[in-house]
């Protein structure tokens, strides 16, 4: 038996708090997505923010009711719960509306279809093209922190069709080539179209995920998923990307 603390989804600030349920399964972890009763005999979507071997001194004695259902598939990771809580330290948001960032919107399609994204990009398999000397240059002071895995902040300076998406595209390929993965966020919705075809370009459809919150429900669903089950390895999208389910 476990005890789980858990934050409801819910946009009432009288409920922003942790909960604790009994639990029989014990391999829940941390973010796993869960259904519990909640106020009377309504059911309420969760996420476990805390597992425990034993129920917090505060309620013992007292009746603590187990969760109904588990879905470890919609669940988040635990590292995305971390996150959560800082998300709610530091801009004094919900618990809820801080972990559904992470969480996938809308659902599976009944029909079995896949939704996908319209893009236009042509699939290539065209050798990249030469860097100019510039390019070259603001490569060469990038790819060592990339190379040592290395945080570092760069500014690429130029006008437009001046070449920074060429160097976005290479360093993002160096990322993949080692079996990591690459989230390429761009400043708007009306921009990520153009990225994304030049991400499909280069790698081909299959291994490029779009998000952003002009999709349909249904197109975010099944991304987030192709994502989380590491179907494709490369996210382009606006500021909601840095969500993205991805791993390395």
Known sequence: MKYVDVAVDSKSDNVDNFFTYSCEDDEIKVG?????????????????FAVNDEPPASLAGKRIRAILDTDPLLSVTEDSIRVAEWMKRRYFCRYADAVNCFAPVGSASK???????????????????????????????????????????????GVTGSGKTELYLRIADAVLARGEKAIVLVPEISLTHQIAERFIGRFGSERVAVLHSKLSQGERFD??????????????????????????
């Open 32 to 48: 796993r997505r869960v259904t519990v009763p909640f106020v009377g005999r309504g059911k309420k979507t969760a996420y476990v």
């Open 111 to 157: 029909k079995g279809l896949k939704r996908r994204p319209a893009t236009d990009g042509a699939e290539t398999s065209a050798s990249p093209p030469n860097l100019t000397e510039e390019q070259a240059a603001a490569l060469a002071e990038i790819m060592p922190c990339v190379e040592e895995k290395r945080y570092a902040a760069f500014l690429l300076h």
């Open 223 to 248: 991304e987030w998923m192709r994502i989380r089950n590491g179907e494709t390895d490369s996210v382009s999208g606006a500021r909601s990307a840095v969500f993205a389910p991805c791993d390395r």
